[in-house]
């Protein structure tokens, strides 16, 4: 048996002498209110030693309505007792109760109209519903009638009778510690050793706990930190670079031709601002034009300036790596970048106007496409994915170019991320003469797949009560 | 992308193998199967590769791939005796004029689908939307050579495709489907291009729609290609693509007389390519005769010329083959990626996180451990909530997407204090307190940084909360701040204060006013605060 609490102790200690007692009376002995006795006693009941008998009492009283009428009749008697041979219709409208009353002799087909005069019907008469009136009952189906009528209303009294179980006689019988309980151990009864007669309330630990929500990263969050955190033991090194990038550096120094469809307005975000473009532009436009000095044959055709010098919100991170590259021409070089970018797509439950895009790069004397194939493998392992395979894609700005596939229990196959080698064309103009090894991948399809959400607007509109509701682990086998 | 339907029969046929075998193999040369049915395959091929846009071209690199027939295609191309000339006016309208004539032709509804797909396909890879390239295909039987390729006035009449009525070239532009489509291109310009025949019949009104008179019908036998656009060389890529594949079908292939030029020629174009390079580059171990075999498989012709090098026969019809990459790249893929070695570069490195992502979550940490949630709204949001909402006047350096998907994307974020609050209101049923704060890049005059915000709404939010909890985050960043009264109108006066550093305000606390609580649509009060994180000392540049 569950321990019981001072309040119960105290219960069973009065029902010892009682028995069997009314809330009200027990509350007067116990210098409560009802309430609280029926609350413990019905605590008292689950652990045995009491048990709660909840009485109700039905019985019918009259509205306001209805007193007046258990006095001077239904509205409808009124009117029954007042017609006489001769009585108009002129004359019963007359009649105070005739708006409710007449209505009733209709429906109950006590009257008719025969011309300008109202009869009764022979052998009619109110007695029966007068008599259902003065005296309602439960299984008079006229009484239902008057309380639809809201002439009688049902009313209820609840009284809880509560009584000692032998087990909890017993149980008072050897006697109840009836002394003050503490609810916190106070500074003076530790300093004071009083805690050593101190009676502290005991709690129930089948009870669940109350709620408390720890501040905590957002999960999607903890993915992007979790990549983070792999590829800098893969030794990257982190870049960080502004949202606002020039069409040079987010598409033209990237091989993009400047009639590229991705270019277009329906697909990337144009800003009107404009930025000079920086010095050694000439090489770059001399390999889309020609493919300046490089085995290239370029795009052909003539490169506008103004094209380059256009804002755009980048649509890639590569526009942040391929600068620092820019910067940075010796080997080796190995750096990634997680950022938002942008797409002008119609927002849906898979599509994303702007989204995480992480992004690597390394530049090394000698690295070939089948360490970039290593570098991916080991990533996506590192993510928990065991089966990992690549296929031949088509990116303008990398030759050869691959997209990487996972194995995902139950659903097979997904491709998560393109990658390749930066086109000579690219590197080049920057003054690079070493094959550079670059990776994307979409984090959000990686955080969809983890946090199982079906809608990535989620990520960014999400409901505080997942957040709250999701764990900082989420354990997972194989990268679910 | 350029998804292409593959009907199995005729695949088979021109493969020369069965459905399964090709299917199997198909992903390999670089393509998505989107999804097989009873009779036909949809396949996805990459926009740089508008040779395999048909089932002719799918059917030539799978008989190479799969070692059915390897190396170069040749294709026999022998004077048609047909000329062209081409009107000087067009060089400021639309220069570049292709064609040929295409004999022989044995159409059934499958293989004119597969044309028309071909020629769609094209319009849209190569062709840009038809400004660039655009192509017409006409019964060669229902008109006479020459033919001229002129700028005419644009009240030439003509009976466009699909009509019966005669429409001058305006009205088609304005009336016809195709002509509202595509005037863009033409609108401009005062004459309009068109190709008649020697009795002045009209081909074409480039690039929009061809003439009635010489649609192609399943009776056709010969055709005539035309093919203009802007660039000489897209215009010559998308001839070779059509021409290669109608001879992959059983066509012949005769060149016509451009300005005394005959053209196509459909030769290959060459390369000599270094066989160590590509050894390097790839990752593998490749001698010049495996290397030599590894690019017949994908259709190239190839001979080992002294030791290191192979000279390339590159196909006409290989548009994408601009650099000598581009053909190592075929090489990877006839190698297998799946038997090149994975191995990760040997090269030592430390990694090393970015200063800007190190303060971020120390800022995050201090967050947390206030008891703050943290949310990721995004960066594209509209005027209205991030000043109108907050009673703040817009910022100067705002910058305004020039083409914004709805009215709610219509400027990159310079705030993350109303996005909070729009949060608070999305989860407004949700129990209180509720404390959330962001961190994350705001865009000022094309310069993108950090800031750091948060909120606390419950029925006791006040100032004191706001500024203990602020003090805190910077504390723990170590920003030396001072405060004044502010002057922010997104906060109640007497409960406001600007966060100074070194004498410039970084940042802002306080109590929300009830007009932006009433704004967003809240109930209940909210302590805020948001400051920039270049004030954390020792802060990178940006």
């Known amino acids: ?480 | 992308m350029a998804v292409i339907t593959l009907p199995y029969k005729y695949l088979e046929r021109l493969t020369r193998t069965d459905k399964k075998t090709i299917l199997d193999k198909i992903a390999l040369i670089g393509s998505d199967v989107e999804r097989t049915e009873e009779d036909h395959a949809d396949v996805e091929f990459f926009p740089d590769r508008p040779d395999l846009f048909s089932t002719e071209g799918v059917a030539r690199a799978m008989r190479g791939y799969l070692g059915i027939e390897t190396g170069l295609p040749s294709y026999q191309v022998k004077p048609s005796g047909i000329s062209f000339t081409v009107d000087p006016a067009l060089v400021t309208i639309r220069p570049v004029l292709g064609a040929a004539v295409i004999r022989g032709v044995e159409f059934d509804d499958e293989s004119i689908q597969s044309i028309m797909s071909l020629q769609e396909s094209l319009h849209w890879a190569v062709g840009r939307g038809r400004s660039k390239v655009a192509i017409g295909i006409h019964d060669l039987d229902t008109v006479k050579p020459p033919f001229r390729y002129i700028a005419s006035p644009r009240s030439r009449k003509f009976i466009p495709l699909d009509y019966t009525e005669e429409m001058t070239m305006d009205e088609i532009l304005e009336k016809h489907p195709k002509g509202r489509d595509y005037a863009k291109i033409v609108k401009d310009f005062p004459l309009f291009p068109l190709i008649v025949d020697k009795d002045d019949h009209v081909l074409s009104f480039p690039p929009i729609i061809n003439g009635e008179r010489t649609r192609v019908t399943i009776d056709t036998k010969n055709i005539l290609l035309d093919t203009t656009g802007t660039d000489t060389r897209a215009v010559g890529v998308a001839v070779n693509i059509i021409c290669t594949a109608m001879a992959e079908a059983g066509a012949t292939i005769e060149s016509v007389g451009i300005g005394g030029v005959q053209t196509p020629t459909l030769a290959p174009a060459e390369r000599t390519v270094s066989v160590q390079e590509c050894s390097r580059l790839l990752g593998i171990d490749l001698t010049s005769a495996t290397m030599t075999s590894l690019l017949q498989k994908m259709r190239f012709g190839a001979v080992p010329v002294g030791g290191d090098k192979v000279k390339v026969q590159v196909p006409c019809y290989r548009a994408d083959i601009m650099h000598d990459w581009d053909l190592f790249e075929d090489v990877a893929i006839a190698y297998g990626y799946d038997r090149i070695q994975a191995l990760p570069p040997a090269t030592f490195t430390v990694g090393k996180p970015h200063p800007v992502q190190v303060n971020a979550a120390l800022a995050r940490e201090a967050f947390c451990g206030l008891g703050y949630l943290e949310v990721m709204p995004f960066t594209l949001t509209n005027e209205d909530t991030l000043y109108k909402k907050m009673r703040r006047e817009e910022k100067s350096g705002v910058l305004h997407v020039m083409h914004p998907i709805s009215i709610e994307n219509t400027v990159v974020r310079t705030e993350l204090l109303p996005l909070l609050l729009e949060f608070l209101a999305l989860n407004r049923h949700r129990e209180l307190p509720q404390r959330l704060f962001t961190v994350g890049d705001v865009v000022d005059s094309c310069l993108t940084y950090q800031q750091a915000a948060g909120v606390s709404m419950h029925p006791d939010a006040d100032f004191s909360e706001a500024y203990a909890s602020a003090d805190a985050v910077l504390h723990e960043l170590s920003i030396d701040y001072t405060v004044k009264e502010s002057a922010d109108m997104a906060f109640i006066e007497g409960r406001r204060g600007d966060i100074i550093v070194a004498g410039k305000k970084i940042g802002v606390f306080g109590e929300i006013h009830p007009f932006v609580l009433n704004a967003f649509e809240l109930e209940h009060s909210v302590a805020a605060f948001e400051f920039d994180l270049r004030a954390v000392p020792g802060y990178p540049a940006l």
Not at chain 1, 206 to 225: D, E, F, M, S
Not at chain 1, 255 to 277: C, G, I, N, S, V
Not at chain 1, 328 to 355: M, Q, S, W
Not at chain 1, 474 to 479: P, W
């Open chain 1, 1 to 480: 048996m569950a321990e019981l609490t001072q309040n119960e102790k105290r219960l069973l200690a009065v029902l010892e002498k009682e028995h069997k007692a009314d809330a009200p009376h027990l509350a007067s002995l116990l210098d409560a209110t009802s309430e609280a006795v029926v609350q413990w006693a019905h605590l008292a009941e689950d652990k045995g030693v009491a048990t709660v008998e909840r009485l109700v009492a039905k019985e019918f009283v009259y509205s306001e309505e209805g007193k007046a009428y258990a006095k001077n009749g239904l509205p409808e008697t009124q009117l029954f007792r007042f017609i006489m041979p001769g009585t108009t219709l002129a004359d019963l409208q007359k009649h105070e109760a005739f708006r409710i009353g007449f209505g009733q002799l209709r429906k109950k087909g006590l009257v008719k109209v025969d011309g300008t005069s109202v009869v009764k019907i022979p052998g009619a008469s109110t007695d029966a519903d007068e008599a259902a009136l003065n005296h309602p009952t439960a299984s008079d189906p006229r009484t239902k009638e008057l309380i639809r009528r809201g002439i009688v209303q049902e009313s209820e009294t609840v009284r809880y009778a509560i009584a000692i179980t032998p087990a909890g006689l017993s149980l008072a019988k050897k006697g109840l510690d009836l002394r003050e309980e503490s609810g916190t151990l106070t500074r003076e009864q530790i300093l004071t050793g009083a805690w050593k007669t101190a009676n502290l309330r005991r709690y129930d630990v089948t009870k669940l706990p109350k709620k408390a929500y720890p501040g905590k990263i957002h999960p999607y969050q903890r993915i992007i930190a979790e990549m983070r955190e792999i590829l800098l033991e893969m030794g990257f090194t982190e870049l960080y670079g502004g949202i606002v990038q020039q069409s040079y550096w987010n598409f033209d120094v990237l091989f993009q031709p400047q009639d590229h469809p991705a270019r277009e307005m329906q697909d990337t975000f144009y800003l009107k601002e404009t930025l000079p473009l920086p010095k050694g532009y000439e090489k770059v436009k001399a390999m889309h034009e020609t493919g300046g000095e490089t085995s290239s044959t370029g795009w052909g055709g003539v490169w506008k300036e103004e094209k380059a010098e256009q804002c755009v919100l980048r649509t890639h991170t590569t526009s942040v790596s391929i600068q620092h590259l820019a910067k940075n021409p010796n080997p080796p070089v190995k750096a990634f970048c997680v950022g938002r970018v942008y797409r002008r797509e119609t927002i849906d439950t898979t599509h994303l106007a702007e989204f995480e895009q992480l992004e690597g790069i390394v530049m090394d004397e000698g690295v070939t496409f089948g360490n970039l194939l290593g570098i991916l493998r080991e990533f996506y392992h590192r993510m928990g994915f065991e089966g990992v395979r690549f296929k031949p894609s088509y990116y303008p700005y990398t030759e050869p170019s691959l997209d990487a596939e996972v194995f995902v229990e139950g659903i097979g196959w997904m491709e998560m991320g393109g990658a390749g080698v930066f086109r000579e064309e690219v590197t080049a103009p920057l003054g690079i003469n070493y094959p550079v090894l670059a990776w994307g991948l979409g984090v959000s399809r990686i955080a969809m797949l983890r946090l199982g959400l079906k809608d990535l607007r989620y990520l960014h509109r999400s409901d505080v009560a997942f957040l709250r509701e999701t764990p900082a682990l989420r354990y997972t086998k194989g990268g679910e």
